[in-house]
């Protein structure tokens, strides 16, 4: 199936900096699909009706959206999937049967959220993103943990990079999950954060003391 389009990182041609509807909406699904709220506020209209209540708008209004992005992009992509089916006591028979679906992230799902829901609740995405990682992803683990502890938001923009180079079409996968992939990407921030680095390694430790206090006074 040809790959949909995720569009979290969209935003209006005139203002670079806010997400249009689209992207403020498949952030809220993958949001509210990722936390441990109840099967009933992950079926299409829990969902619709989760991010109504936030906006202060009628649910109604925004199920075909939802719809859309559920059953068009989220899981066709992968990114999300069916967990179950809750029973209907009212309404068509053969409704009440098969039931209600709701839905939950995947692995590549978890690996998108870690590049929208900012660094209150990285730890645990990133526990559950590698609770089912393969041997290669595994090899990331340890130093984005650290790196975790010590430099959040750092973490948090390899995160937003990698998965915003997919969704510009410059990462072909998500998955296998593979950081070496943006050595093919030019990235100025990456290359200003890896030359102070490196640099900051060939310092001596009177040097180093130096320019901590130096990035301290400017930033």
Same mark, same amino acid.
């Given at each position: 199936m040809k790959k949909g389009k995720l569009a979290i990182f969209d935003t209006? &041609? #005139? &203002?670079?900096n806010d997400l249009t509807g689209e992207a403020k909406r498949q952030r !809220? $699904? $993958? #949001?509210? /699909?990722?936390s441990n709220v109840n099967p009933a506020e992950r079926t299409r209209t829990g969902i619709s009706q989760k991010i109504a209540k936030k906006q202060e708008i009628t649910w109604k209004n $925004?199920? @075909?959206?939802i719809f859309r992005d559920l059953d068009e992009i989220l899981l066709p992509m992968g990114i999300a999937e069916e967990n179950g089916r809750l029973p209907l006591k009212r309404g068509p028979k053969a409704l009440q049967e098969k039931g209600i679906p709701y839905y939950h992230l995947t692995k590549k799902g978890i %690996?998108?959220? %870690?590049?929208? +829901?900012? $660094?209150? +609740?990285? @730890? !645990?995405?990133l526990k559950e993103f590698f609770s089912e990682a393969d041997p290669k992803e595994k090899e990331f683990e340890k130093i984005l943990t650290k790196f975790m502890t010590n430099s959040p938001n750092f973490t948090y923009s390899i995160f937003q990079k990698y998965v915003k180079a997919f969704?510009?079409?410059?990462?072909?996968? /998500? %998955?296998?999950?593979? /950081? @070496? &992939? /943006?050595n093919e990407i030019s990235d100025e921030n990456l290359i200003i954060q890896k030359e102070i680095l490196m640099g900051f390694l060939k310092f001596t430790n009177q040097e180093k003391k130096e320019a901590t206090a130096f990035i301290e006074k400017i930033a």
């Open positions: 209006f &041609k #005139t &203002k670079d !809220s $699904i $993958i #949001t509210i /699909l990722g $925004i199920y @075909s959206g %690996l998108v959220g %870690l590049a929208i +829901n900012g $660094i209150d +609740n990285m @730890s !645990s995405q969704c510009e079409d410059k990462i072909k996968e /998500l %998955l296998p999950f593979d /950081l @070496s &992939k /943006l």
